[in-house]
T-cell receptor
Framework: DTGVSQDPRHKITKRGQNVTFRCDPISEHNRLYWYRQTLGQGPEFLTYFQNEAQLEKSRLLSDRFSAERPKGSFSTLEIQRTEQGDSAMYLC?????????????FGPGTRLTVL | KQEVTQIPAALSVPEGENLVLNCSFTDSAIYNLQWFRQDPGKGLTSLLLIQSSQREQTSGRLNASLDKSSGRSTLYIAASQPGDSATYLCAVRPQVRGGADGLTFGKGTHLIIQP
C-alpha cells in the first residue's frame, strides 16, 4: 500500500512529557499538511510544507509545537511539555500540487492522550 | 475568516433512500471544495473534489455540486447502503496568493443508514 502512513497510531503520555509523531506521505507528493481533530469537530489546519520548506503555520501551533520535513520526504511533529488540552487525533495529509487538482490524501492519524 | 457549516449534524435514514448533505461557506474566494468520509477513529477518505470553476462532480452513487457565488455545496448519495454509515466532512481550500493553504473543515454530518 502506498498511501499516507503515520506512526504511532496511538500515544498515551503524562502531562509535561515530550512526544514526536511521524508521517510518511505518498512518495511523489510534494505537499504535506498536519491537522488536529478533537472529538466531534472537523480537522483544524496546523502547518504545511512544500518539499522541505514550512510555508505556513496556523495560530493553533503554539511555541510548544514544532514540525520538520527534512529532505522533503517524511515529516515529524513534536509537542513539548504536553498539556491535557493537546489530547486529540493528529492527522497528516499529502498532495501533489498541480493547479487546483491537489486532492489531499489523509493518513490514519495518531491519537494522543495526555493524562 | 472562513467558516464552514454542515447541515444536518446527524441523519438517520432507512437503507435505499436517496439523501442530500449540505455544506455552506462564508467566503466564496475558494480554490476548490472537497468532500471526505471518516469512519469512527479513522482518518479521512477523499470522496470528491470540485474545482472552483466546476459546478459538479460524480463518482458512482455520489454527486457533489458547487455554487461558489452563494457559498453552498451539496453531496447527494443515491440508493443509500448500510456501508455508507460514516461522518461526512466538507472542506474548502481558500484562494490565497500562491494557492497554498490548509483546508477549512465543517464539523461534519454523522450519517446512519438503517438496514
Amino acid at each position: 500500500d502506498t498511501g499516507v502512513s503515520q506512526d504511532p497510531r496511538h500515544k498515551i503520555t503524562k502531562r509535561g512529557q515530550n512526544v514526536t509523531f511521524r508521517c510518511d506521505p505518498i512518495s511523489e507528493h510534494n505537499r504535506l499538511y498536519w491537522y488536529r481533530q478533537t472529538l466531534g469537530q472537523g480537522p483544524e489546519f496546523l502547518t504545511y510544507f512544500q518539499n522541505e520548506a514550512q510555508l505556513e503555520k496556523s495560530r493553533l501551533l503554539s511555541d510548544r509545537f514544532s514540525a520538520e520535513r527534512p529532505k522533503g520526504s517524511f515529516s515529524t511533529l513534536e509537542i513539548q511539555r504536553t498539556e491535557q488540552g493537546d489530547s486529540a487525533m493528529y492527522l497528516c495529509a499529502s498532495s501533489l500540487a498541480w493547479r487546483e487538482l491537489d486532492t489531499q490524501y489523509f493518513g490514519p492519524g495518531t491519537r494522543l492522550t495526555v493524562l | 475568516k472562513q467558516e464552514v457549516t454542515q447541515i444536518p449534524a446527524a441523519l438517520s435514514v432507512p437503507e435505499g433512500e436517496n439523501l442530500v448533505l449540505n455544506c455552506s461557506f462564508t467566503d466564496s474566494a475558494i480554490y476548490n471544495l472537497q468532500w471526505f468520509r471518516q469512519d469512527p477513529g479513522k482518518g479521512l477518505t477523499s470522496l470528491l473534489l470540485i474545482q472552483s470553476s466546476q459546478r459538479e462532480q460524480t463518482s458512482g452513487r455520489l454527486n457533489a455540486s458547487l455554487d461558489k457565488s452563494s457559498g453552498r455545496s451539496t453531496l447527494y448519495i443515491a440508493a443509500s447502503q448500510p456501508g455508507d454509515s460514516a461522518t461526512y466532512l466538507c472542506a474548502v481550500r481558500p484562494q490565497v496568493r500562491g494557492g497554498a493553504d490548509g483546508l477549512t473543515f465543517g464539523k461534519g454530518t454523522h450519517l446512519i443508514i438503517q438496514p
